[in-house]
């Protein structure tokens, strides 16, 4: 079984521009969330979705993030524009509802 | 405000040792712990975990002790390997319908020879 992927592994930008990652989930699963992972810290969330429904975007940074997930399985998140505390890892997870998250390898993003 | 709490932030551990990492909460609302590895350049995976009923689960050499009334748990690595060498975090969960997982700040965990 494939797990979830995630692209790109690495994106290095200036300050100020856009950027964008993607996500495709496990085969399956309806629950897709988003995390944020800071050098030396835990992941922290930033959106889940159930199917194509962010049920929980409390912790998106509404004026420059955004996510989306159409027909409800890939996700994009975005980033706009980016600002230099925005370099972290993103994390993609999903899973079947109320069962066990599996986490993609991140994205680890640069602003310079 | 962080719920939980965990340390030590480092660990280093003789080879054939016992690890332990220990962790704390504070929402009593919280009714599924698990334990989480993560190599470099990868994503977290699920280790092991507990839900408050029990006191105590082992998966292997790996075990979770549970404290309701202290609300505490920890995670013992029995027989320490090199291959063990990670960062582990804690984290913690609410009850069906929400799904958000709390986790610690992590430990790096370094087995030597």
């Known amino acids: 079984e494939a797990g979830v992927v995630q692209s790109p592994r690495y994106k290095i930008i200036e300050k100020k521009q856009p950027v964008a990652f993607w996500c495709n989930p496990i085969s399956g699963h309806n629950t897709l969330y988003w995390y944020l992972q800071n050098l030396g810290q835990g992941p922290e969330l930033l959106i889940r979705?159930?199917?194509?429904?962010?049920?929980?975007d409390s912790q998106l940074p509404k004026d420059r993030f955004s996510a989306e997930r159409l027909k409800g399985v890939d996700s994009t998140l975005k980033i706009q524009p980016a600002e230099l505390g925005d370099s972290a890892v993103y994390l993609c997870a999903s899973s079947s509802r109320y069962n066990e998250q599996f986490f993609g390898p991140g994205t680890r993003l640069t602003v310079l | 405000q962080q719920q939980v709490k965990q340390s030590p932030q480092s660990l280093i551990v003789q080879k054939g040792g016992i690890s332990i990492i220990n962790c704390a909460y504070e929402?009593?609302?919280?009714?599924?712990f698990p334990w989480y590895q993560q190599f470099p350049g990868k994503g977290p995976a699920l280790l092991i975990a507990?839900?408050?009923?029990?006191s105590e689960k082992k998966e292997g050499r790996f075990t979770i002790s549970f404290n309701k009334s202290a609300k505490q748990f920890s995670l013992h690595i029995m027989d320490s390997q090199p291959g063990d060498s990670a960062t582990y975090f804690c984290?913690?969960?609410?009850?069906?319908?929400?799904?958000?997982?709390?986790f610690g700040t992590g430990t790096r965990l370094t087995i030597i020879p």
């Open positions: 984290a913690a969960k609410g009850n069906f319908g929400n799904e958000k997982l709390t």
């Open positions: 979705y159930e199917n194509e429904e962010a049920v929980d």
């Open positions: 507990i839900r408050p009923d029990v």
């Open positions: 929402n009593t609302a919280f009714d599924y």
